[in-house]
């Protein structure tokens, strides 16, 4: 019973005590919950689709939002793990057990490739660097046409499982994990990682932080490489899932997505693409069902884009956050923005400027 009363005071205090993390347990509980509710094949299609792109959009934003280093070519790698896997599938006959994680471990090796280039770019030419990588990959699948399946792909992959549900909460639970530990690594205020802080040193001035005793160099591979692997494994995923590899893994308005949902949901947060997608990705789907839908649906997605960069620059997450949350200026604590003293040191969370006569 004290071990109860232990667990509820924590929960008390960490979670529900934050507005941020009680949002963040009502969706995983939805998410997880969402089969027993409905088992529609289109909702759970949408959801586990939107689950695999939220990987790849938060993968997206630890390496171009946490480092600042803009890769316009983010497909390569979800490209790259999603051919693997399909590859090693067909004609090696392996299990979705084996090639996900070594598509995610490829996707690495290229990572390292396309982080090397990084040690000497920065900004615009570091993103027409990376936007180039996808198109030579293509060229290349498509010279090899019998192995590769050229234009029309690889068709034929095994299933995740034998059931949609199955397939549902194994993708559910691999995006979980792989959010968290996301979150985890670049989270600055962590006092077990501090990779966090070293990235964020690296995104906001290279050279003071080259100066600082950081290896620059060692960190920006570190993050190339992290964000192949899980952009990889949403890779993976996806081609277990959809059972085909083509060559629209590795398109230019693939890894522009990636880009949008980040900063529709809010940059440098991991929280945020997974948002973004969330958001953006089902209602795309929803307005596809219709007729005016599927015409208008990129239009209402530009505007709802330009109204969010308008009033919400920094993103929906933050803006949200923003509303909800006050910092105790004190202790630094996040409270709910109806209490008026801090929960930690009872300090005045709204001071009222007094009027100028």
């Known amino acids: 019973m004290s071990f109860m009363y232990l667990w509820y005071g924590w929960i008390k205090q960490e979670i529900f005590a934050i507005p941020g993390r009680v949002i963040a347990m009502v969706f995983f509980i939805g998410l997880f919950s969402a089969p027993l509710v409905t088992q529609n094949p289109f909702y759970l ?3 586990i689709l939107a689950t695999i792109f939220a990987i790849f959009a938060a993968s997206w934003d630890l390496l171009s939002g946490f480092t600042g280093q803009l890769n316009l070519g983010h497909a390569l790698f979800f490209g790259v793990a999603a051919y693997t896997a399909g590859l ?3 004609h090696l006959n392996y299990s979705p057990w084996l090639t996900i994680p070594c598509g995610a471990i490829v996707a690495v090796m290229v990572g390292l490739i ?8 920065r900004g615009f030419y570091l993103g027409l660097v990376t936007l180039t990588f996808p198109l030579i990959l293509l060229g290349v699948f498509f010279a090899f046409p019998q192995f590769t399946g050229g234009e029309l792909g690889i068709s034929g992959i095994a299933r995740l499982s034998s059931s949609r549900i199955t397939d549902y909460y194994i993708v559910a639970t691999v995006f979980t ?4 530990i996301m979150w985890k690594v670049t989270d600055a205020k962590s006092k077990i990682l501090r990779i966090g802080i070293l990235l964020h040193a690296i995104r906001e001035d290279e050279i003071a932080a080259r100066a600082s005793g950081i290896n620059t160099t060692g960190q920006k591979l570190m993050a190339f490489a992290m964000s192949g692997f899980f952009a990889g494994i949403a890779g993976g995923l996806y081609v277990h899932y959809m059972r085909i590899a083509a060559p629209s893994t590795l398109e230019l308005f693939f890894s522009f997505q990636a880009i949008l949902w980040t900063i529709f949901g809010g940059i440098t947060t991991i929280y945020g693409p997974v948002a973004g997608v969330f958001i953006l990705f089902p209602l795309l789907e929803i307005l596809s069902l219709t007729h005016w839908g599927e015409q208008l649906r990129f239009i209402i997605f530009a505007m709802i884009l330009i109204a969010t960069l308008m009033f919400m620059p920094e993103g929906i997450t933050v803006w949200v956050l923003d509303k909800l949350e006050v910092k105790c200026p004190r202790c630094k604590l996040i409270n709910w923005f109806t209490r008026k003293k801090c929960r930690a040191c009872r ?3 709204h001071i009222e400027k007094e009027p100028i006569l």
């Open 177 to 180: 994990l792989s959010v968290i």
């Open 114 to 121: 396309v982080g090397i280039p990084a040690l000497r770019l």
């Open 45 to 47: 299609r949408v959801i």
């Open 347 to 349: 300090a005045p969370l």
């Open 88 to 90: 090693m599938n067909v």
